[in-house]
C-alpha cells in the first residue's frame, strides 16, 4: 500500500467517527493555529520564523457578552542536528472569554520540537514535540452567580453556605486559579512528489491532567486528556488550481467533535505566490462552514464562518462563529561571499 493511500485509509477511518456527537473548544481554521493542535508543528516548515494569530468570536446573538478567543503564537527552526535533523522551540499564548460571567481563561505556553528526516533528501520527517505553560482561569463577573454547592448548602440550611469551586467563593475580589499544564505530539510530513505532499498527526493536551476542571462542579476534579487527531492532503490538480482536504478529531471526555474541509485553491500569480483560496467544512451534527483564504508571498490569510444546523439554530437564526487568522514565514538567508577572480592574459 501506498502512502497516499494510507492516508486515505485514515481519512475514511476518520470520517466514520463522525457520528458521535459533541463538542470541545475549538477553532474552524485548525491549521491555522498549529502549535495549540500539536506542539509538534514547532518549527514545521521552511523558514527562518514564522509569527501568526487567530481570533475567533462566536455566539452573539445568544449571549450578551459573546465567546471570544483571540491566540498568538511565534516559533522557529534553530538548530541544525547532523546534516538532515533540527530543532524547533516556539511560544503560544491565548485567551478564551466566555458568557456572562465573563469566565477568562488564559495560557502562555513553551514548546520544542525535534525533527527526524527518514530519508536522505528529507522527503518523510517524523516529529516529536513538548509543550508545557501556565494556565489561568478567572470569573470576571461574579454578580449574581451562585454554584450547585453553594445553593444546596442553602437548601439544607447551611449556617454559612459557601462554594468549593476555586474559581469564586461569595464575596472574593478577583476569583481567580490557575495550574501547570504538559501537551505533547507526533507528526508525520512526507513529500510525495513535486505537487503532492501531505501530513498526519496526533497530539495529547493535558498529559498530567491537572486538579481543575471547568464545570463548576462541587469539588474540583482532574481536568481529562484531550485527544486530537488531524490530517491534510496538499495536492496541485494542474498549473492553476490546487485541492487541500483536511480533517480534525478531537475528544475530551466526555465531549468529541469531528471537522471536515474542502478547500479549493486557484494561482492568480504563481511566479509570486499568490492564490486564492475558498472552500466549505463541516462540523458533524453542529454546522457548515464557509471558508475563504488567501496566500501573498509569504503570507497567509484565512476567514471563517460557521452556519449553524444544530438545534440551536432556533437561538442563534443560524448564526454561529467567526474566525479571522493570519501568519507570516519570514526568510533570512546570508548572502553568498563571492571572492573576486582577476582575470589576466594567459601567456
Known amino acids: 500500500m501506498t502512502l497516499t493511500k494510507t492516508l486515505f485509509c485514515l481519512l475514511f477511518l476518520l470520517v466514520s467517527l463522525g457520528s458521535i456527537q459533541s ?11 498549529p ?13 527562518t520564523f514564522r509569527i501568526g ?44 472569554q466566555a458568557g456572562t460571567g465573563r469566565l477568562s481563561t488564559t495560557a502562555l505556553q513553551l514548546s520544542g520540537s525535534f525533527h527526524a ?3 536522505k533528501k528529507s ?3 517524523l516529529t516529536l514535540g513538548v509543550q508545557w505553560g501556565r494556565v489561568s482561569r478567572i470569573l470576571k463577573n461574579t454578580d449574581g452567580f451562585f454554584f450547585g454547592d453553594f445553593l444546596k448548602q442553602r437548601q439544607d440550611q447551611f449556617a454559612n453556605p459557601l462554594t468549593e469551586d476555586k474559581v469564586f467563593e461569595p464575596g472574593a475580589t ?10 505533547a505530539g507526533l507528526l508525520f510530513k512526507s513529500k510525495v512528489n513535486k505537487t503532492t505532499d501531505y501530513n498526519l498527526g496526533f497530539s495529547v493536551r493535558h498529559i498530567t ?3 481543575n476542571d471547568y464545570n463548576f462542579s462541587a469539588s474540583n476534579v482532574d481536568l481529562p486528556m484531550r485527544l ?27 465531549s468529541m467533535q469531528m471537522q471536515l474541509h474542502a478547500w479549493t485553491g486557484y494561482r492568480l500569480k504563481p511566479e509570486k505566490n499568490i492564490k486564492l483560496n475558498f472552500g466549505l467544512g463541516y462540523r458533524v451534527s453542529d454546522s457548515a462552514q464557509v471558508l475563504l483564504g488567501l496566500d501573498y508571498g509569504d503570507v497567509k490569510a484565512a476567514l471563517a464562518y460557521d452556519l449553524t444546523l444544530s438545534e440551536l439554530s432556533e437561538a442563534n437564526s443560524y448564526q454561529g462563529g467567526f474566525e479571522i487568522a493570519v501568519y507570516y514565514t519570514g526568510k533570512i538567508y546570508k548572502k553568498p561571499t563571492v571572492k573576486p577572480v582577476i582575470i589576466g592574459p594567459h601567456l
Do not use: C
Not at 23 to 33: A, P, R, W
Not at 229 to 252: C, G, M, R
Open 174 to 183: 478577583d476569583p481567580e486559579t490557575a495550574f501547570s499544564d504538559i501537551n
Open 117 to 119: 528526516a527518514l530519508d
Open 53 to 96: 494569530g487567530i481570533y475567533r468570536d462566536q455566539a452573539r446573538t445568544v449571549v450578551k457578552n459573546a465567546y471570544s478567543s483571540p491566540t498568538v503564537f511565534i516559533d522557529a527552526p534553530i538548530v541544525m542536528i547532523g546534516k538532515r535533523h533540527w530543532i524547533g522551540v516556539g511560544g503560544l499564548m491565548f485567551q478564551d
Open 35 to 47: 502549535l495549540h493542535m500539536n506542539p509538534a508543528f514547532t518549527g514545521a516548515y521552511e523558514g
Open 123 to 125: 522527503q518523510n520527517v
Open 23 to 33: 463538542q470541545d473548544l475549538h477553532n474552524s481554521l485548525f491549521y491555522m493555529n
Open 228 to 254: 486530537i487527531a488531524h490530517a491534510q492532503l496538499n495536492t496541485d490538480l494542474n498549473d492553476k488550481w490546487t485541492l487541500n482536504p483536511e480533517v480534525y478529531f478531537s475528544n475530551i471526555s466526555p
Open 209 to 211: 491532567s491537572p486538579n
